[in-house]
């Protein structure tokens, strides 16, 4: 039987190398879990979300799936809302799309691809929310822009949650951010969404 031991090798030498340099980390670790940020990007292996912002276990709370959207149907993403926010108490949400993503390109074609484009439908409602700002534009272009606008479409739904809500109105500090990812580069790009209270809602 196929073990994949080569994948616990690696595993044994992280854990060493860690011990290592920081003797009781793991002990430490497993006695708590206190992130400030929830994490909401991509399912895509080239985004890893504590890898992008060089931070350890026990830092960020995380969120995957095709995409990075926050569909108020979803209750795998709205649980994990409301456990990072009523449980964990993290003070920021970050919504992190990329470049190159592979649902958003998806969104864009003609052609079926199945039971997946019952997800993508989300994504083709931020394409027809955004028509005059994705006409005129070449593919790449488009696709770059979409990722774009579809980031900050998930920032509006997570702000709009009963969970995100009712933080705010028992009066929370938490801010919900929306960022994007250059594969190409590894860098982050802030879309200047911020939004710390309902009323940046209806000012965005």
């Not at 497993?30 to 504590?50: F, T």
């Not at 926050?70 to 209750?75: A, I, R, W």
């Not at 108490?89 to 992190?96: L, Y």
């Not at 009963?162 to 994007?180: C, F, M, P, R, Y």
Request: charged share 20%.
């Amino acid at each position: 039987m196929k073990t994949l031991k080569h994948i616990f090798d690696r595993n044994a030498q992280w854990a060493a190398n860690i011990e290592k340099n920081d003797p009781g980390f793991f002990d430490t670790l497993s006695k708590q879990q206190a992130p400030e940020y929830l994490w909401i990007g991509c399912s895509d292996s080239r985004v890893p979300a504590n890898q992008i912002v060089d931070l350890p276990p026990g830092e960020v709370f995380v969120h995957r799936n095709i995409a990075n959207l926050v569909v108020h149907t979803d209750l795998n993403c709205l649980s994990v809302i409301q456990y990072a926010v009523d449980v964990l108490k993290v003070r920021h949400i970050i919504v992190c799309g990329h470049y190159g993503c592979g649902g958003i390109r998806a969104a864009l074609e003609k052609p079926e691809h199945g039971l997946i484009d019952n997800w993508l439908r989300h994504i083709r409602d931020v394409v027809r929310f955004n028509e005059d700002r994705l006409s005129g534009l070449n593919p790449e272009q488009q696709a770059d822009v979409l990722c774009e606008l579809n980031v900050i479409e998930q920032v509006a739904n997570v702000c709009n949650t009963t969970v995100v809500q009712k933080a705010w109105e028992n009066g929370s500090v938490l801010s919900v951010h929306g960022w994007i990812y250059n594969i190409g580069n590894g860098i982050l790009k802030d879309l200047d969404t911020t939004i710390t209270c309902p009323d940046d809602i209806i000012r965005c």
